[in-house]
């Protein structure tokens, strides 16, 4: 025994890790967007991007999503779930220690010399108590690989949670701005059905006292019709939209009521938003982040399928007494004990330890092609978001002057109508051309307000700001290198 601990800690100090070290995937970037440079240090922006669209009726429905939607707990529980698997990792790196007791009837063979025959034929009582403990030595980091794995798999669960974060604020805010514009797109379509029934009465008047022909009443008629029409389905719309923002708000849709929604004339001007440098967006945009640590994650699964092609050993511990009478047990010679070092070594498995190793090395080298891919997937929303912005923008300002346009041509040809000049068809087209360029401002406000929520997005977000419960111990790494 004296020769044993020598031996047994010159083998434990002597251990390595054995498989690749990690190094973060390196990209190359570009320096500035197709259409703009980019802004250097330009977070603060997202961090204060809700607030400045100046709503508190928005700012309050952010906050109760992010208080009660089930798929943001959800994320939660399995960052829970995923530090759980963190110490069952770390476990297999320590001493497993128990108990044991037995309480037997045994029967002996009797056909060899040792234990000699018994009036019983080799039946006797067996009873014990036991302590035992062993402890499987990590000398190829095997173990550390496994803590490694779990880890970052914790780590990516972290990510995934605030990337949930984000799409979820973005969101009730798109649902909820869209609610608004269909609002007014509903006030808009019933202020023009007033005016129709208004020159449809007039028609009617004009025909009967023999002014006009028949033809401006069947006009008129038409043209109430057809804004009738157009109403149903708006209030569908705004109907389905109540009924999402319930469901991210974890509502019943019956639950959830409007009467307290901001009503205003028009929709809210979006709020200004730089976008972040190319290599900003990869150290801001959770999926990015998690990428990444899902390639960690693989690259300690190949140490662990390297590991398993090297030598285990443990070192076994067991000590207690064992008779065949009960009294017996608690005497110094019926006390008997085990402790060694155990070792095995696979010489041949059918060739699945090598398959496992070369699946692990496939995985890893599939991890590193998605992050990549969701880097480049990052920067085309980024673009697309900001094409977006720029042509409606100058899609709102056309229309704006059209607005302005479309209601003096219906000034002119109302009065010209009234001197007899023209017949009613021209200021009915003229309504009808008013009407849908109102309602074309009005989804370009609204688009506009979704181009910036998308670039908001795509730029990553202001995860940072927002307090959730911290359920893995210290900051998620993430240490991508980038390189322009």
Avoid at 21 to 35: A, C, N
Avoid at 80 to 104: F, K, M, N, S, W
Avoid at 186 to 212: M, P, V, Y
Avoid at 325 to 353: C, I, P
């Amino acid at each position: 025994m004296s020769k044993f601990w020598p031996l047994a800690m010159a083998v434990i100090l002597t251990g390595c890790v054995v498989g690749p070290t990690y190094q973060s995937p390196t990209t190359k970037l570009p320096e500035h967007w197709t259409t703009i440079p980019g802004t250097p240090n330009s977070t603060q922006a997202l961090e204060s991007f809700w607030s400045s669209f100046e709503d508190a009726m928005l700012t309050r429905l952010i906050e109760q999503a992010i208080e009660s939607n089930y798929d943001l707990k959800i994320a939660g529980e399995r960052i829970r779930a995923a530090h759980d698997t963190v110490r069952v990792a770390a476990a297999g790196g320590l001493p497993q220690v128990g108990i044991g007791a037995a309480a037997e009837s045994r029967r002996e063979t009797q056909t060899i010399d040792w234990p000699p025959a018994s009036p019983k034929y080799g039946e006797f009582p067996y009873y014990a108590l036991g302590f035992n403990a062993s402890w499987e030595l990590d000398l190829f980091g095997e173990t550390q690989r496994r803590k490694e794995s779990a880890q970052a798999a914790a780590d990516a669960a972290v990510e995934t949670r605030r990337d949930i974060l984000v799409s979820l604020t973005a969101a009730v805010a798109s649902n909820y701005l869209s609610f608004r514009a269909t609002e007014l797109r509903l006030q808009i379509a019933r202020e023009n059905l007033d005016i129709a029934r208004q020159t449809q009465k007039l028609a009617h008047r004009a025909f009967e006292s023999g002014e006009r022909s028949h033809l401006d009443v069947s006009e008129a008629d038409g043209r109430v019709h057809g804004v009738e029409a157009s109403i149903p389905p708006l209030q569908a719309h705004s109907d389905e939209l109540t009924h999402a923002l319930a469901i991210l708000l974890a509502l019943v849709p019956a639950q959830f009521k409007t009467e307290n929604f901001q009503s205003t004339a028009t929709m809210p001007a979006p709020p200004g938003l730089p976008a972040s440098l190319p290599s900003e967006v990869i150290a801001q945009r959770p999926d990015i982040r998690r990428a990444e640590r899902e390639y960690a994650q693989s690259n300690a699964s190949v140490g662990v399928a390297v590991a398993d092609l090297y030598p285990h050993f443990s070192i076994p511990l067991s000590i207690g007494p064992a008779a065949s009478e009960v009294h017996d047990l608690f005497r110094h010679a019926s006390l008997l004990w085990r402790m060694g070092l155990d070792g095995s070594q696979n010489l041949y498995t059918g060739g699945k330890l090598s398959a496992n190793l070369d699946a692990a090395r496939a995985n890893k080298e599939a991890a590193l092609f998605s992050y990549q891919q969701t880097i480049l997937k990052a920067f085309g929303e980024v673009e697309n978001a900001l094409s977006s912005q720029m042509a409606e923008e100058l899609r709102y300002q056309a229309l704006t002057a059209q607005l302005a346009d479309n209601r003096q041509a219906l000034l002119e040809a109302q009065q010209r109508y009234r001197r007899g000049q023209v017949g009613l068809l021209p200021v009915l087209e003229d309504q009808q051309q008013l009407y849908a360029t109102q309602d074309a401002q009005v989804t370009s406000a609204l688009t506009r307000c979704l181009a910036d929520i998308s670039l908001f997005k795509a730029l990553g977000g202001n995860w940072q700001e927002v307090e959730l419960p911290n359920l893995v111990a210290g900051p998620s790494p993430n240490g991508a290198v980038v390189s322009q």
